[in-house]
């Protein structure tokens, strides 16, 4: 049995970037527009068959399991993807940042309520979605990790014990913080499909979209496809490389690079 999990954030009508979750260059290169999402979903079920299973528990059960995967909690996880993944009767994990609930362009809690009723599963994302998880200090892992759930579960009447990583940036540090939290199992953005337990927690790697990926990337990564998740297990690890190396200034320079491709 193994997992593959696509990571998406928001889905937006044709060039809306404000109507649906962080606003910035870097956060829009991560906003699928609706026609865009359509394609995906279309190739993932054409690669995926009955063979594979959307599901919305990370539990052992035999083949392939397919997990659709939506951070930052933007409130196109309401007024549009839950929609979309209903009309093929699937359900997704949507992470949310629980600082930002009812700001604008983020979901609120009647709608996150809403989610949980309509067979979805909500976790979190965090606080305040830091750009390093990693270089927080203990204490600010777990005050990210413990109050974003606390929120949660206040919202919803149940416990929070799934979450996902901010920002791409992921170590055991903060598995063991989340597991302190009660969190149960953590996604990460490591493009891999092997899953590992820290402190009692289920940490699953994801294969994340941005703008202009293919849905044929994205049906054949679901399908199992060797050679593109090879290749972004490749690209990914040459980019954290250079996260380690550059820190700050790595995410200096990706800011002025997305803005400047922006305009």
Known sequence: MRKIVLLYHDVIAPGDFGASGFQSPDANIYKLDRAEFQSHLASIAARTQDSVRLITEARDMPGTQVLLTFDDGGASAHSCIADMLEARGWR?????????????????????????????????????????????????????????????????????ETASVPGGYYSRAVARAAAQAGIRMLFNSEPVTAS????????????????????????????????????????????????????????????????????
Request: overall charge positive; aromatic content about 10%.
């Open 92 to 160: 997704g994990h949507f992470f949310v940042t629980t600082d930002y609930i009812s700001r604008p362009g983020f979901l609120s809690p009647s709608e996150i309520r809403a989610l949980r009723a309509r067979g979805h599963i909500v976790g979190s994302h965090s606080c305040s979605h830091p750009l390093r998880m990693a270089r927080c200090t203990p204490a600010e892992m777990d005050r990210e990790w413990r109050n974003s759930a606390t929120t949660l579960s206040d919202i919803l009447g149940d416990p929070i």
């Open 196 to 263: 590992h337990t820290v402190d009692g927690c289920l940490v699953l790697g994801r294969y994340g979209v941005q703008q202009g990926v293919s849905a044929e990337w994205a049906g054949a990564v679901a399908g199992g496809a060797q050679l593109p998740r090879i290749r972004a297990w490749a690209f990914w690890n040459a980019k954290k490389a250079l996260k380690r190396v550059g820190g700050e200034y790595w995410l200096g320079f990706r800011r002025r690079y997305l803005a400047k491709r922006s305009r």
